[in-house]
């Protein structure tokens, strides 16, 4: 029986294990393309603490995505121009330091998270689904219009930045530094889901009537799960700037909340490692049918039409019910 642990254990496996060869096959865009995958898991698996355990379809998740890339684009800059950040009577120092720039990406992006929430989360159904991705046009427009750090064309980072002990110039060391992040995320996932504040919240998305009828606040517990989500997925945005060394404003683009939201329902909405099986099955196809054709979208559309209607527990939802069936 294919039981769904041990299906999550040999995707995470299977991820490490890729990397590896193509370490010792001497094939660095292939160990990227992972690294890739982790990452954008990573950004999914903040949604997925809004969107599966919340019930929370938020098409403006990238915001925090893009505050994250930025907030690392923005201190790495005058770590590279030696040139502090003047706000007011505030002076920053740039930085290439990761734990100062995961911290400052984290901050800013729940501190971002708390203010949408508490407006967005005010509505519901569509009205929530509307204000989010007004939310996120906002800051795309506003990016495009920052000429200090790129506007519309981005800005680049020359030099990756550092992490004690690791060289992150070196592929395989930088996709296991992602990796292990990743894994943080998914233990912290699994035992926010079992906390009394998981199941809390899953009351909530049930029934909020009757979450509220025992004495719990529906409202503040979407408002603290928005939060969560925005913060691991400010985190997901810095790093997927450092990969790129480059942020730019599709970074806050709607069209990346979509698909951040397509990695979770193709692995199975509400799954633990729903969004890394969907990131995988998302990069994968982008890598093998982007270059036969740049339509290649028509296909990933016909696999979600086919999940959606056929398989609502997503890719993984299929593997451990055949496993069960089989045996």
């Given amino acids: ?32 393309l992972v690294t890739k995958v982790a990452i ?21 998740h990238a915001v925090f995505f893009g505050i994250g890339g930025y907030a690392m684009g923005i201190l790495a800059s005058h770590a590279q121009s030696y040139q502090p950040l003047t706000l007011g009577p505030l002076v920053i120092e740039g930085t290439n330091s990761m734990p ?53 064309d981005g800005l680049s980072i020359y030099v990756r930045n550092s992490f004690p002990g690791v060289n992150t110039l070196d592929p395989i060391q930088f996709f296991f530094l992602c990796f292990m992040l990743l894994l943080l995320a998914l233990l912290f996932h699994a035992m926010l889901v079992r906390a009394p504040f998981g199941l809390a919240l899953n009351a909530a998305r049930q029934s909020p009537e009757r979450a509220q009828a025992v004495g719990l606040n529906p409202f503040r517990l979407r ?68 270059g036969l054709s740049e339509y290649w979208h028509i296909y990933l559309g016909l696999l979600l039409l086919a999940v959606v209607l056929f398989a609502p527990g997503g890719l993984i939802g299929i593997i451990t019910r055949r496993g069960a069936a089989h045996d």
């Avoid at 254990?9 to 193509?22: D, Q, R, S, T």
């Avoid at 939060?227 to 400010?234: A, E, N, Q, R, Y």
């Avoid at 790129?244 to 909340?257: A, D, E, I």
């Fill in 1 to 32: 029986m294919i039981t769904e642990r041990y299906f999550n254990a040999a995707l995470l496996g299977g991820l490490a294990l890729v990397a590896f060869w193509a370490y010792g096959a001497d094939e660095p865009f292939t160990i990227t």
């Fill in 223 to 290: 408002l603290a799960a928005f939060v969560i989500s925005g913060v691991i997925t400010g985190l997901a945005g810095a790093l997927f700037a450092d990969l790129n060394r480059f942020v730019s404003p599709t970074m806050f683009s709607w069209q990346l909340s979509g698909e951040i939201m397509v990695f979770i329902i193709l692995g199975g909405t509400a799954r633990l490692c729903g969004p890394v099986a969907g990131a995988a099955m998302f990069i994968a196809l982008e890598h093998w049918l982007g």
């Fill in 100 to 152: 100062l720039i995961w911290l400052a990406a984290m901050v800013a992006a729940g501190l971002a998270a708390l203010l949408i929430g508490l407006v967005s989360l005010r509505t519901s159904g569509v009205y929530f689904i509307m204000i989010t991705l007004a939310f996120g046009q906002m800051f795309y427009y506003f990016s495009i219009s920052w000429p200090a750090y790129g506007g519309e």
């Fill in 40 to 60: 954008l898991a990573l950004a999914g698996v903040g949604l997925n603490i809004a969107l599966g355990q919340g019930g929370l379809i938020s098409l403006g």
